[in-house]
């Protein structure tokens, strides 16, 4: 689909476009530290070029504020911003927020922001390995970033995430000092600094299979939701139909995004 027929496509949410252009701005939380190239702290990256998308195609608007990660779940739970963006979907967490979902209550990958993997990251020289079914790690103390899904996923399999690191250079680093052998680590942005940054190059390696995939959704408060379901919902299919343009594609695979057909 063309970026043009989208538009004609779109018009015919135009009444609820025009619901919600007289609503205030959604506030939306995002991650303070590069998650390349899905987005950076000062507000650019792949993300950030959809959303605008979505925001011309609705006539939405969209404040942004970079916090640490932890700190965004926080405060949707709290009600003090609207959505976040990248979040996965989880148990626990829809207890507070929403997600775009199918008719039977399962997450809709065709109108998540992106889908991501968890990767494996070894201490070169170390005694931990993964070989996608099995991971082993001393002690079965594992290295994630703070406030991800992960992190709770480990615990579920017996693991102690160490969850006080907040970017990939950070767990990354911790390798390199040989305290620890095993670090899982979100998306492209720890794979180039593993496999590019002299800091860890020969010092940690990447496994070849990554430890899970997810989908990340612009993931709203449960209260706004509530509120105006087929605002949400509006955005929601905007972002999907945006994906599969033609135009967003290749701005995707500009940015090293690989598409299989």
Request: hydrophobic share 40%.
């Amino acid at each position: 689909m063309s970026y043009k027929s989208l538009c004609v496509l779109l018009a015919l949410l135009s009444g609820m476009a025009a619901h919600a252009a007289k609503e205030p701005p959604l506030r939306l939380c995002f991650e303070d530290v590069d998650q390349r190239p899905w987005s950076t702290p000062d507000g650019k990256g792949l993300n950030f070029e959809l959303l605008k998308r979505v925001e011309s195609l609705l006539n939405e608007q969209f404040i942004y504020s970079p916090k640490p990660w932890k700190r965004c779940l926080n405060e949707l739970k709290l009600g003090q911003v609207d959505a976040v963006v990248g979040a996965a979907d989880a148990i626990d967490r829809r207890a507070w927020s929403r997600i775009p979902q199918l008719p039977d209550g399962r997450e809709d990958p065709g109108r998540a922001l992106f889908e991501d993997a968890a990767l494996v990251f070894l201490r070169v020289g170390g005694n931990g390995s993964w070989d996608g079914h099995e991971l082993l790690a001393p002690g079965k103390v594992v290295i994630v970033q703070t406030g991800y899904l992960v992190a709770q996923q480990l615990r579920e399999k017996g693991y102690i995430p160490h969850d006080t690191v907040k970017s990939a250079a950070d767990a990354l680093r911790m390798l390199t000092r040989g305290s620890f052998d095993v670090a899982i680590l979100q998306g492209l942005e720890a794979s180039k600094l593993a496999h590019e940054d002299p800091r860890f190059v020969g010092k940690v390696q990447q496994a070849e299979l990554p430890y899970s995939t997810v989908h990340l959704h612009l993931m709203v408060g449960r209260g706004v939701y509530q509120r105006d379901p087929q605002r949400v919902e509006a955005i929601w299919q905007a972002i999907g139909n945006v994906r599969q343009t033609r135009e967003y594609r290749q701005v995707e695979e500009a940015a090293g995004i690989k598409h299989f057909h």
